[in-house]
């Protein structure tokens, strides 16, 4: 997107930063129907980078991107009605939080699941609901766009507890050794009431997870990545 070039620069192209060209092809893209120029554009009104500031188009081009689908803005949305973003623009409303949560959650978005998770877990102005709660677990596990990589910490807290599922320690085991170096506690903690049988199961399915998501997660199990993509 020319926008974006012109927002940030570009060396290699001798482009030189300059903001205000930058709305004129955010607002363009938008006129044409790209909603992804939404988030920008809300950025720029809400910063006033290349136009004065304006926090009722700043809104705008918010909540329609996120009405439209734009993960991004939706989250930010959330993060607003949450109460964490925006102050300046909105006020907070957990109904709301919650709403744009679940659609940028539905949508993939693993934060966000996680952080319902959290809210039906223990948050005071959301009716705690174990069920609810790990179903959303579950979504951030699932989930197609995740750059936290705590999903699965969480999952196994989920499991070694029994909120919302039947408590399963080789499956606490599985999600602690999935968590790297962050679940090692946890693995030593259930593993005091596990068989070797037990502890075994739980390795070979993170292995197997390992491999059907093509990840590595290093372990004092000494599992090396092979030449044909597997661990071993």
Do not use: C
């Amino acid at each position: 997107m020319n926008g974006i070039i012109h927002f940030n620069g570009n060396k290699k192209f001798g482009i030189k930063e300059d903001h205000k060209k930058a709305v004129v092809y955010f607002e363009k893209a938008w006129k044409e129907g790209v909603w992804d120029a939404g988030y920008p554009l809300s950025w720029i009104y809400y910063k006033g980078l290349g136009a004065e500031q304006d926090y009722s188009k700043s809104k705008y081009y918010l909540e329609h991107s996120a009405k439209n689908g734009l993960i991004i803005s939706q989250k930010r949305l959330a993060k607003a009605y949450w109460g964490e973003k925006l102050q300046e623009m909105y006020s907070k409303d957990i109904d709301k939080a919650v709403y744009w949560f679940k659609e940028s959650a539905n949508q993939g978005d693993s934060e966000s699941a996680l952080i319902l998770s959290r809210l039906y877990l223990n948050d005071k102005e959301v009716d705690k609901d174990l069920d609810e709660s790990f179903k959303w677990v579950e979504k951030g596990l699932n989930a197609k766009y995740d750059t936290s990589g705590i999903a699965p910490y969480i999952a196994a807290e989920y499991y070694e507890k029994g909120w919302g599922v039947d408590k399963n320690l080789v499956l606490a085991y599985k999600y602690y050794d999935l968590s790297g170096t962050a679940g090692s506690k946890g693995k030593s903690r259930v593993s005091k009431n596990m068989s070797d049988a037990e502890i075994e199961e739980a390795i070979k399915q993170s292995r197997a997870w390992q491999e059907e998501h093509n990840t590595f997660v290093p372990s004092y199990y000494g599992l090396q990545h092979q030449s044909d993509g597997s661990y071993r």
